[in-house]
């Protein structure tokens, strides 16, 4: 038999190597993992449906890898790039991943990656006269998430009694709420239990946060003829999803 070398190859014959690799690699991953392999396709298109950036890359096991990362010059700095991202991030948890990995050059966006919460694991000098980053993100689960703002002193509102009375200066956080933050846990709007001025029947959440300062987000009945609310008003009003209070102070059993 007569093996030679060729340069020539064709779609087929590449899929060929890819899909080989891809079976050997499964035979030293754990069972669980198998079958996880999935390509990422994201792309941002304009109201003609034309493509103006994206993210390509691939589900590995227990990891996203993105290959790809690329929007339109037109349309940088509008916070398509982060969107994009984030998209990906969401996906890599919602799929059970433990860490996402990419690579970036000095003159492309490495101060972007390093906001969205990525670190540098090594570095090639000389890249064509420039370096070559390799980062990483560990990723956290929503329940991961929960528990460093339950170990911060927050209690999910969805545990504080229906009965407890809740005094004007209690703390109130909603999480995910979007903001341009690269940690989730940092994601949230503070609002303040507070008196509503000439109103004896209602206490109003006050939002607390840069940007928002002031803005009232709803008022919340009075266990009248008291000045408190009960929980269960609380609850009610503002909802208990993703919702977390401060009771070492306001909150009164």
Known sequence: MTIRLTTT??????????????????LHFPKELNGRYQELKLHLVDEAGGIIGGIVGEFCWNWLEIHLLYVDEAHRKSGHGRALLR?????????ACDFIKLDTLSFQALDFYLKEGFHVYGTIENAGGHSHYYLKKDLKRAEQIADEIVNAGWRPLAQLEDTHRVWAGTR???YDVGLNVASKVEDYYEYLVSYLYGNE??????NLSDG?????LCVVEKDAPHHYCLGKSLKSAVGTERTFVWLEEGVQS
């Open 172 to 174: 109130v956080r909603l």
């Open 201 to 206: 029947a209602y206490l109003q959440l006050t």
């Open 9 to 26: 190859i064709d779609p087929v014959d590449k899929d060929y190597i890819r899909n080989k690799l891809i079976a050997f690699n499964m």
């Open 87 to 95: 998209e990906a991030e969401r996906m890599a948890v919602e799929r």
């Open 212 to 216: 928002e300062a002031g803005n009232v």
